[in-house]
């Protein structure tokens, strides 16, 4: 059994007190304190108080205080770490997150119960070929800021707030643009999904 899709989000590359990312990624801010301040602000309006589990995917902060931030935002925070993750990766302000890691596969029940759980690999950095994509695995990464091209044969997705209004991600958010991919293999790897049965056609009874 999985994380239950209500209540897991996901997000990436919010820069916070990276005054320069305003130029670089051309966010819509006049400055820092503005920027902080609106990241936090949808953070809260998208993730609840209480229940959430928030994956977020590298490039936390760049520059002030982590523990300020970390204690304004809601949910349980799981850190994915990034290059800018600097403090994190030399051992420091690990008790800010729920957990730190370099790498993660986490498994999320859609909303259906009767579905199995589905993967979803986590990285700061964008990857070809993941864990279980032929089995409809999806892969989350940051980074690229939305310049990296998916393609349609990818259910890979950039989680970096420059791509999804400067929020985090909902279950539903994700699974309705995964909706549009189609599994292409580029590796030796191929589909193997289990596919629905055909449906028996009805006897007419005539």
Not at 152 to 168: C, H, I, T
Not at 171 to 189: G, R
Request: with cysteine.
């Amino acid at each position: 059994m999985g994380i239950a899709s209500k209540d897991v989000f996901f997000t990436s590359d919010t820069h916070f007190g990276h005054a320069n990312i305003i130029k670089y990624a051309n966010r819509p801010f006049y400055n820092i304190e503005e920027h902080d301040q609106a990241l936090i602000d949808n953070w809260n309006a998208v993730v609840p108080a209480k229940g959430a589990t928030v994956y977020h995917l590298g490039d936390f902060l760049f520059r002030g205080s982590l523990e300020q931030i970390a204690r304004k935002l809601h949910g349980q925070i799981h850190l994915i770490m990034g290059n800018h993750d600097k403090r994190m990766r030399k051992g420091g302000g690990h008790n800010n997150f729920a957990s730190v890691s370099h790498y993660k596969e986490v498994k999320v029940q859609p909303p259906d119960e009767d579905a199995q759980p589905l993967m979803i690999v986590l990285c700061h950095y964008a990857f070809e070929v993941w864990n279980k994509s032929h089995y409809g695995s999806w892969h989350l990464h940051g980074h690229s800021h939305g310049s990296l091209p998916t393609g349609n044969g990818k259910r890979r997705v950039d989680a970096g707030v420059d791509v999804w209004d400067y929020k985090p991600i909902t279950f539903d958010q994700l699974a309705k643009h995964m909706s549009t991919k189609e599994f292409v293999a580029i590796d030796h790897h191929k589909d193997k999904r289990r596919k629905p049965k055909p449906k028996r056609p009805e006897l007419s009874g005539k």
